[in-house]
């Protein structure tokens, strides 16, 4: 019995040595897990917080070109380039109102010039007569030949105003090209005629100057009827006096002279219409 017991409480502390070296032997075990745990642990956190190194190539990647082909639009291009139609700049054309203008300085001048030349003329006639007279005083002479030289000098500075006027008129008729109904003449006659007591004899200077660009005819009438008709006038011819074609009895009237402008082929090509009185003197 005492045998039983002592092979029971020898097994019993067998299994309780076996059962303590086994848990020694667990117990180890464990740690050794736990320390393999602990380092890959510590091997997995620091993985983690160092980043792996990314392998940089030592020369960076060129970028490809992109190519953007563009196909313009096609244009028509002309076979042969238009020339561009040259602008011509028209000449500054002399008008109606320029050339009558400048008639009428010519006109004017002509005037001056024949009333200085009478002015001349009769100073040169009373210088004369007191010369001859033989008793007239020195003074009063020499006053006259100063007032003749004046005169003198003033006909000579009217006489180049009037040519260079006239240079200048002709140079309008060059230029201005009639048009119909317009005419170059430049004419001179007095607005009041004088007849004779016959009734037929007139006093009256009509020009036709040598600075008109055409030949003149000239027409007086009184009342309806055509009293006068002159000969065709060239430029340059002038009437000191005519005789009526109906004579007129004593009196006053109202007429008109009228002008008719021929061209080179006689053809009237213009007509101006001017009040006149007519004075018929009584027997």
């Known amino acids: 019995m005492e045998n039983k017991s002592r092979i029971w409480i020898v097994i019993l502390a ?5 059962a303590i ?52 639009e096609p244009t028509e291009v002309p076979a042969e380039a238009p020339t561009a139609e040259p602008i011509e ?42 010369k001859a007279q033989g008793d007239t005083d020195s003074d009063t002479i020499s006053a006259l030949e100063s007032d003749l030289a004046e005169a003198t000098e003033k006909g000579e500075d009217l006489q180049q105003q009037l040519d260079a006027a006239t240079a200048e008129y002709n140079a309008y ?14 004419m001179s006659f007095e607005t009041e005629i004088d007849i004779a007591a016959d009734g037929v004899t007139a006093d009256c200077t009509i020009a036709n100057h040598a600075v008109s660009g055409n030949a003149t005819e000239i027409a007086l009438r009184v009342g309806e009827d055509e009293v006068y008709r002159s000969e065709m006038l060239a430029p340059g011819e002038s009437l000191d ?19 008719y402008s021929y061209d080179a082929d006689g053809n009237v090509i213009g007509s101006t219409f001017i009040p006149v009185t007519v004075n018929v003197a009584a027997q």
């Open 14 to 18: 067998l299994l309780v040595v076996a």
């Open 21 to 72: 070296v086994g848990m020694v032997v667990l117990n180890n075990r464990l740690t050794d897990s736990k320390a393999t745990i602990n380092e890959l642990t510590e091997q997995l956190n620091e993985a983690l917080a160092t980043p792996e190194p990314t392998e940089v190539p030592t020369e960076a990647p060129t970028a490809e070109p992109v190519i953007i082909y563009v196909t313009p």
């Open 89 to 130: 700049t028209p000449a500054e054309e002399t008008t109606a109102a320029d050339l009558e203008e400048a008639q009428a300085k010519v006109t004017d001048l002509e005037a001056q010039v024949e009333e200085n030349n009478s002015t001349i003329d009769s100073l040169q006639t009373e210088i004369d007569t007191l």
């Open 173 to 186: 008729r060059i230029d201005h090209d009639p048009a119909d109904g317009e005419a170059n003449s430049s």
């Open 241 to 259: 006096a005519f005789t009526l074609s109906t004579p007129l009895a004593a009196g006053t009237y109202e007429g008109q002279f009228i002008t």
